[in-house]
Structure formats: C-alpha cells, structure tokens
C-alpha cells in the first residue's frame, strides 16, 4: 500500500449572507472574501493497480475561514474515497467524502456532509484540457427541501511549465440545478497549481 495526500484551501467570495441550519434567513450581513476551511485527507491505495486506481482514507476540515460566512467554524472529521481510470483521452473517475463535526464553535450548527465529486479531463494538444469537476454536497443538517447542491458545467485548462516547475491553470463555470434558496445559482472557479509529478 501507498499513502497519497490531498490538501484544499479554497479562496473565496460571496456577495451577501449564506444562510445556515440555525439562520435560514439571514439578514444585516453583507459580503466576504477570503480564506474558506482547509481540507486534508489521506488516502490508502495499493502501489500496483490494472485498470483503475483507488483509494480510502480518513478526512479532516480544519476551520481556518478568515470569515464566519466562508466556513463552518467546527473542527470536522470523516472518510474519504477516490477511484480513477486514465483512458487514452484522458481522465475520468469519483471522489466521495462524508464529514461529522467534532469540537468548534459552540454557536454554529452541527456539520453533517456528504460530497460526491465525479470529474472528467479530456485531453487536447499542446498541454490544453477540457474539464468538468461536478461537485455535489448534501448537508444533512438541513430540512429535506434544502438539502442537496447539485451543479452542472466545466471548463478549461492547460498543463505548462514556468521554468522547470509544472503548473496547472483552468478556469471553469457551473451553474446550480438543485440548490437551498440561499445558494447562488452559479459559480466559477480559477484554479493555479503547482504539480510535482514523481
């Protein structure tokens, strides 16, 4: 078995209030920008594989939001799975995470979350890409008609190098056709990461 990593730190935006179990209507709140909650999940895979690549390990969402709008203020823990085939086109696979909040903010609501995340690249010449990278969430902590997020959409990108380091850019746009009332009807997303491929 081999251990592999995955670490997100999201930067983000919203333009108004986000409403939550304990305020589904909030008001007097305007926007906020800034540094969202930190994922970190291992995952456990076999370092021999065939056709599909997999893996399951523990999950952690640490509350580092630099805004009570852009997180959840609880200390968060779970489990994760990912499983991904590489096609000659490309790359095409699902990644699954259920989280329990554990310690945090006594004032904020209990988190409770479950996220699916199929994703697709399909490769293109000269390092271009085209994506999509659907990320659907549940929070189960809410009432049952606002429940699920469920976008649709994608987008670009391209693998390049900036001297000898390998970069990955893409830019992407979805739009949301289940959601609670208070989530925004679309989102977009830039990405700029640094790869170091073994």
């Known amino acids: 078995m081999t251990c592999r990593c995955r670490r997100v730190l999201p930067v983000a935006s919203v333009d108004g209030a986000i409403s939550s179990p304990e305020n589904p209507n909030p008001s007097g709140l305007g926007s906020a920008s800034g540094l969202g909650d930190t994922n970190y999940s291992l995952y456990l895979s076999p370092v021999e594989y065939d056709k599909v690549i997999w893996g399951v390990g523990p999950s952690l969402m640490i509350p580092t939001a630099s805004d009570d709008q852009l997180g959840s203020g609880k200390w968060s823990g779970g489990i994760t799975a990912v499983a991904l085939t590489q096609p000659t086109w490309g ?28 994703f697709a690249n399909y490769n293109l010449d000269k390092g271009w ?11 189960w902590e809410a009432p049952s008609n606002q429940t699920w997020t469920i976008p649709i959409g994608g987008g670009i990108g391209r693998i390049y ?19 609670p009332d208070s989530a925004p009807d679309w989102t977009w997303s830039f990405t700029f990461q640094f790869l170091f491929p073994k």
């Open 129 to 139: 890409f085209l994506i999509t990278d659907i990320i659907i969430t549940a929070n």
């Open 91 to 118: 790359t095409m696979g699902i990644l699954g995470r259920q989280l329990w909040s554990f310690a945090g903010d006594d004032n904020r609501a209990d988190v409770s979350q479950s996220l699916i995340e199929p």
């Open 161 to 179: 190098k900036i001297g000898k380091q390998a970069v990955n850019n893409r830019i992407e746009y979805y739009y949301n056709i289940e959601k």
